[in-house]
């Protein structure tokens, strides 16, 4: 006998499949784009705060897909602290790669292998979340899992690991570096940090590569003329997405396409004018250009102050009709 179905039943029924297709349809928009995956996803990863949108977190996610699509295989982005370079880079984007993309393998490191892991497993706690699996678990199931290592059954992994960390006979489509130094080491004068981070690239992570059009992503803060980024800009090109905390124009690396005004600040809603000066007052003057504002060498210099300088015309010296308005001087230096 066929079962009769109240109208309620009917309702909760249709209810369920008007959900299950929004969901689908959700899930195909946000595969598209990384931007709105980061919007929809922060909730499941940041429960307890809201999600503060600026440009330059698009700015960001497009140069990623830019990387996805394999029209970027070398990219480095250079962003002050507490600008969610980590959060986009390294925990969401490689959630975002495997909604499409599960086969993807992934070395990533930082300074220490326990941040390495913390980083990886926040990225691995969004994918296990039932709002990634409502929209994405019939993609992929994870094989194994540890702290520093994780795959799936469709071939995909993540090694997290570090400069002094294990890293020697696995590999990765994408190599991901997010801050290898801390700030402490490499205002270090003994600069021994910033020559072995150096020297573990070269020895270690320029072979982890897969293939021919693996990719390079490193995410960092300028703190050293001779730090890792200007060590691999050496050796390749790379395109350098460089977003300061106050905008310069004539900074080498300013972005074309960045819409600021001499400056501007970079997320003024979440860093106002106040807070970026305390900021820059703690750091000092060489750890304020470098970690803010990208330039690793303060443009006036430490020891000389560009404020300090007083220029005077040269017909004072010359003419000995002007030697009494020549400025009194306890030492002259050629």
């Known amino acids: 006998m066929p079962v009769e179905v109240s109208d309620e039943q009917k309702l909760a029924l249709f209810d369920a499949a008007l959900s299950s297709r929004q969901v689908e349809e959700e899930a195909q928009e946000l595969t598209q784009s990384l931007s709105a995956f980061v919007k929809a996803a922060w909730p499941a990863l940041k429960p307890d705060d809201d999600y503060l949108h600026n440009w330059h977190l698009d700015a960001i996610c497009e140069h990623l897909e830019a990387v996805t699509r394999g029209e970027i295989t070398r990219l480095q982005v250079w962003?002050?602290?507490v600008s969610m370079k980590t959060l986009l880079v390294s925990v969401m984007w490689p959630a975002w790669e495997w909604t499409h993309s599960p086969k993807t393998r992934y070395w990533s490191a930082s300074y220490s292998e326990p941040l390495s892991g913390i980083i990886a497993g926040w990225s691995r706690s969004l994918?296990?979340?039932d709002w990634y699996k409502a929209r994405w678990g019939d993609k992929f199931a994870f094989v194994s899992q540890s702290?520093?290592?994780?795959?799936n059954n469709r071939g995909g992994t993540r090694l997290a690991t570090s400069p002094e960390g294990k890293g020697t006979g696995l590999h990765g489509h994408r190599i991901l570096i997010d801050d290898p130094i801390k700030p402490d080491d490499a205002a270090a004068t003994s600069r021994a940090v910033l020559e072995s981070t150096n020297q573990w690239w070269d020895s270690t992570v320029s072979s982890?590569?897969?293939g021919n059009d693996f990719a390079r992503v490193i995410v960092m803060q300028r703190l050293h003329q001779n730090d890792l980024c200007a060590h691999v800009l050496e050796k390749e090109?790379?395109?350098?997405l460089c977003l300061p905390e106050r905008?310069?124009?004539n900074h080498p690396f300013a972005w074309m396409k960045d819409p600021r005004e001499e400056g501007d600040l970079l997320w003024p809603d979440f860093r106002n004018d106040k807070i970026s000066q305390a900021l820059a007052k703690d750091m000092l003057t060489h750890r304020a250009?470098?970690?803010?504002?990208?330039?690793p060498a303060a443009r006036e210099g430490e020891m000389m102050k560009r404020h300090w300088w007083r220029f005077y015309d040269p017909k004072l010296f010359r003419d000995e009709k002007l030697k009494d308005r020549r400025p009194k001087f306890r030492t002259v230096v050629q």
């Open 79 to 81: 962003v002050p602290p």
């Open 237 to 240: 090109h790379y395109e350098v």
């Open 247 to 249: 905008f310069e124009k």
């Open 208 to 210: 982890r590569g897969i």
């Open 147 to 151: 702290l520093l290592q994780f795959s």
């Open 289 to 295: 250009a470098g970690q803010l504002q990208q330039r």
């Open 127 to 129: 994918i296990q979340s």
